[in-house]
């Protein structure tokens, strides 16, 4: 990358590193507001080496996905020259290979050095770093010599304001170009005073921008006490994570806004990227602080989904409205992709098949045909395995039948519709009936449950009762393996500024 285009750190606020907060919505919320660096939240090595970078090109993101199919890191060209990725390491060549990973799609590497919490000190990350600047330094230089983007990090002070003052003098000698200060010990928490003096002592002992963090619980309440905190640690740079998780809106000079119009910025910004539900719902209850067990609270706090979240903010039209925008693309991006005849796949005839329900009359679908010739021909019931894709948490369904497999190319938007598209694809290659409108009359399926009308009492209650039968056999032969989009932090896990 030209020097003229790599991010800066002199004279900036951004948004802090924050376990379970700094996903990509809250960071897009906050460059809205006047953040000019957001940061990710810590992400471990180890498990971002196994990931896979995927375009996605329905959410627009780039995704980086882990081989249990779990969006580990999502991001966008709207953030790309802004946000920082912060890494969990103990390594230097492990460190090295995530920051190539990632390096094309971010604007600079951070590395964790100062996070007490055991998930991170226990292996060697975090504040363990501090007691061990010989690993610190093999890790910075290696960044430093290996990539193109910016290479910074984040510590907390030491026991003595020499240690800290040595520490980040070497520090600056392998090349990064800015240290973050969180002016706590190690052993220290929020409702500790933040230590100004230190952050000051080190901010003029070096040439390289310091950024002060910490001030959130006593000094930073609004955006004219960014300034203030600045003047008093003497830092080049200030990084917010409590007060900016609170409000986001912290950043704004015009002032704060109130936090039931920033929790609707940031759903929107959650329903647009696919955020996880929980990640979501976790977010707007640390934005709702003490309101939390309102009534708005407890609706959040029950909600399972995103669409069930919108509920509680009245946004469910905005929600339908972006599914069916992505719906939109992702059918025009398939059909774009997809040819229209039987592929082998493996051991798996593939169609580019879309289940349209307008296509078929009310009582009927593909799967009863399928079932219904099933029978006919004294054959098993055909068998439905399911899978979720987590981009998108789309449905793909392959059928079995006669020991053949089938399946639509096309992922679908529930688990029925996936089902319904394979069984097309089935019946297509086969060369049976399917039973769309229009279709002539195969006589596979009760000729009056097809034309929606019955003339006789028996008539209809045998009719009814095979329908049941049917509507239990395809519910009976479907199997569901969902690969959820879960977050990557257990639920439980309490929030964390990564220090």
Not at 474 to 488: F, I, K, Q
Request: charged share 25%; proline share 5%.
């Amino acid at each position: 990358m030209p020097v003229t285009g790599r991010l800066s750190f002199s004279n900036i606020t951004a948004l802090a590193p924050m376990v379970r907060v700094g996903t990509l919505p809250m960071r897009l919320l906050a460059l809205d507001y006047g953040a000019d660096v957001v940061y990710c939240e810590e992400l471990i090595d180890i498990k971002m080496a196994q990931c896979q970078r995927v375009e996605n090109e329905v959410l627009q993101t780039v995704d980086f996905v882990a081989p249990d199919d779990r969006v580990m890191f999502r991001t966008c060209e709207r953030e790309r020259d802004r946000v920082v990725f912060q890494m969990g390491t103990a390594d230097p060549d492990r460190a090295l290979t995530v920051a190539k990973l990632v390096e094309k799609d971010v604007a600079a590497v951070d590395v964790n050095m100062g996070c007490p919490k055991e998930y991170s000190t226990k292996g060697g990350m975090g504040a363990a770093l501090l007691s061990d600047p010989d690993k610190i330094e093999a890790i910075l230089r290696k960044l430093v010599a290996g990539v193109s983007v910016p290479v910074t990090c984040k510590i907390r002070i030491l026991p003595s304001l020499e240690e800290t003052i040595s520490l980040v003098q070497r520090i600056q000698k392998t090349g990064v170009t800015a240290v973050a200060v969180h002016g706590r010990f190690k052993e220290e928490r929020p409702r500790h005073p933040v230590h100004c003096d230190y952050i000051q002592a080190v901010a003029q002992a070096v040439s390289i921008p310091i950024i002060a963090n910490g001030g959130s619980l006593d000094l930073v309440k609004t955006n004219t006490d960014i300034e203030e905190f600045r003047k008093a640690t003497g830092a080049s740079s200030v990084m917010l994570a409590r007060a900016a998780m609170w409000n986001p809106s912290v950043f704004s000079s015009q002032g704060l806004l109130p936090v039931e119009t920033v929790m609707e910025e940031y759903l929107k910004y959650a329903i647009r990227y696919d955020n996880n539900a929980f990640n979501t719902k976790y977010c707007l209850c640390q934005m709702l602080r003490d309101k939390v067990e309102s009534p708005l609270g407890k609706q959040v706090q029950a909600a399972q989904t995103n669409a069930e979240i919108s509920e509680a903010y009245g946004l469910q039209e905005f929600y339908q409205q972006t599914q069916d925008q992505l719906q939109a693309r992702r059918d025009a991006l398939q059909s774009d992709s997809q040819p229209d005849r039987p592929v082998m796949d493996g051991d798996v005839t593939t169609m580019a098949v879309k289940f349209e329900r307008r296509e078929y009359p009310p009582q009927i679908t593909p799967k009863m045909f399928l079932l219904e010739w099933s029978r006919k021909e004294k054959l098993e019931q055909p068998l439905y395995e399911t899978v979720q894709r987590s981009q998108d948490r789309s449905f793909q369904s392959t059928v079995t039948v006669a020991e053949k497999k089938y399946r639509s190319t096309l992922w679908e938007k529930s688990k029925k519709f996936a089902e319904q598209a394979a069984a097309i694809v089935c019946l297509r290659v086969l060369g049976i009936p399917e039973g769309r409108i229009g279709e002539e009359d195969s006589g596979l399926v009760c000729k009056r449950k097809r034309q929606g009308r019955t003339n006789g009492a028996v008539d209809e209650e045998r009719c009814k009762k095979r329908h049941v039968a049917d509507i239990q056999q395809e519910t009976e032969t479907s199997e569901t393996l969902v690969v959820a989009n879960g977050d990557h932090h257990k639920p439980d896990t309490p929030p964390a500024e990564q220090p």
